[in-house]
């Protein structure tokens, strides 16, 4: 069964830690998105990559980084965590292609809770 | 930008009552997802509409494509209770990437 997995269900973090939120799929897509879930404000997108080593900026990158060293592994780093941050954050991959072909599914992680204090 | 805006936020419905939440972007789509989360999951990947004017049915869930494919809707036929959950649509913007509405919670009372 095609994984995407995410390292951490739940976490809780204090204000101005540093933070890592890792994500590792099987499914050798190229593509890999960072998005955070608020309610009422839907998904939103933080980072994505379209290959390694490769990062573009979403709609809220501010606070965030991420880092793509490997094509399988997407790492969502909070550089000094802080209140507002607090949110569901769902990783997600898909493959790169047309979409007439499907290839531009998204299969989700279970997301990580963070909580910071 | 484009964004794609989703009605309604909130749906209380009983049992074996029919549920529709409605899809709307300012520009023309040249596709559209829809995703289901159910409580305490991840959104999963329900279907996608590509052309013009189209319906997809999958057991009870309708799905359409608007002619002008500026909007789509998701129709429940007689819910049930495993059909709670929050439904998403999502429509693309550059690349790979989607813009995703702000989600349909759907409740279903026994």
């Known amino acids: 069964d095609v994984k995407v997995t995410q390292s951490s269900r739940y976490l809780v973090k204090r204000t101005g830690e540093k933070v890592f939120l890792e994500c590792v799929q099987d499914m050798d897509h190229e593509n890999m998105f960072w998005y955070r879930q608020d309610p009422g404000l839907g998904l939103r997108l933080i980072y994505f990559s379209y290959d390694v080593k490769m990062k573009e900026k979403g709609d809220i990158p501010e606070g965030y980084s991420v880092s793509r060293e490997k094509k399988e592994r997407f790492s969502l780093i909070l550089e000094s965590a802080s209140t507002n941050q607090t949110s569901m954050y769902l990783c997600?991959?898909?493959?790169?292609?047309?979409?007439?072909?499907?290839?531009?599914?998204?299969?989700f992680g279970a997301g990580s809770r963070l909580t910071v204090l | 930008g484009q964004q794609v805006m989703q009605i309604p936020q909130y749906q209380h419905v009983q049992e074996g009552e029919d549920f529709t939440t409605y899809c709307n972007s300012s520009?023309?789509?040249?596709?559209i997802q829809w995703y289901k989360q159910r409580p305490g999951g991840h959104p999963v990947f329900l279907i996608q509409l590509v052309k013009s004017g189209e319906v997809k049915k999958q057991k009870r869930l309708t799905f359409q494509f608007g002619e002008a494919k500026k909007n789509s809707s998701l129709h429940i036929t007689a819910t049930q209770t495993t059909d709670v959950g929050t439904y998403f649509c999502?429509?693309?913007?550059?690349?790979?990437?989607?813009?995703f509405g702000t989600g349909t919670s759907l409740t279903v009372i026994p």
């Open positions: 520009t023309t789509l040249s596709n």
């Open positions: 999502a429509g693309p913007r550059t690349g790979n990437q989607f813009y």
């Open positions: 997600a991959s898909s493959l790169q292609g047309r979409y007439e072909s499907g290839a531009n599914v998204l299969t």
